[in-house]
Each structure stands twice: as structure tokens, then as C-alpha cells.
Nanobody, 120 residues
């Protein structure tokens, strides 16, 4: 069982930055970690992922602006959000999947989400 807790969301002006953290209750070195976001009335959307080996994957909409990283010693995954735009406003979720990462919401464990709001 893995429990995930996100933090770091908030209100920021367009062009600003935030750093989201996802702290896991246990060892996550054998889990691929993903970040998704969701707005009201829409499905959860893939944002970024990092494999157990450190390979990173991004949605086209955030490529070059967001950076995903992980610190296995701290059992924490990060998502650095730069050059934020109003369309990035959403609840951001981290997720864990045993051994692999995928771009669909087919993950084993989910956090509760953290709100990111970007004002224009």
C-alpha cells in the first residue's frame, strides 16, 4: 500500500512558477510516478511522468515549461511548473504505478490533489 500526499499548489499570476511535491508513505523506487490534472467536468489529463530509472515524459502542452523529478531517498516526487498560464489551472494529482509509467490514468495509487490557480 502506498499513500500519496501532494502539496505546493496555490494561486499564481500568469508567467509565474510553482513547485508541487508528492510525498509517499513508503518506498517508491519500484514505482513509476505520474502527474495528472483535472478541471471540473473534464477527465483527468496526463501532465508528466517519471520512470523508476528516471526517464521523463511530458504532455505536449507542458513540454519545456514543466519538469518532473524524483528523490527516492525522500520518497518524494516533484513537479516544477514554470511559465504558468491560465489554462494550467486545475487540480493536480500525483499517482504511482508498479514498475512502469503510462500516459493514461491507469495507476495503482492516487493522492488527494492540490489546486493550482493561474490568474491572467
Amino acid at each position: 500500500q502506498v499513500q500519496l500526499v501532494e502539496s505546493g499548489g496555490g494561486l499564481v499570476q500568469a508567467g509565474g512558477s510553482l513547485r508541487l511535491s508528492c510525498a509517499a508513505s513508503g518506498r517508491t523506487f519500484s514505482y513509476g510516478m505520474g502527474w495528472f490534472r483535472q478541471t471540473p467536468g473534464n477527465e483527468r489529463e496526463f501532465v508528466a511522468a517519471i520512470s523508476t530509472g528516471g526517464s521523463t515524459f511530458y504532455a505536449d502542452s507542458v513540454q519545456g515549461r514543466f519538469t518532473v523529478s524524483r528523490d527516492n531517498a525522500k520518497a518524494t516526487v516533484y513537479l516544477q511548473l514554470n511559465s504558468l498560464q491560465p489554462e494550467d489551472t486545475a487540480v493536480y494529482y500525483c499517482a504511482a504505478k508498479k514498475f512502469v509509467v503510462v500516459r493514461t490514468p491507469d495507476y495503482d495509487y492516487w493522492g488527494q490533489g492540490t489546486q493550482v490557480t493561474v490568474s491572467s
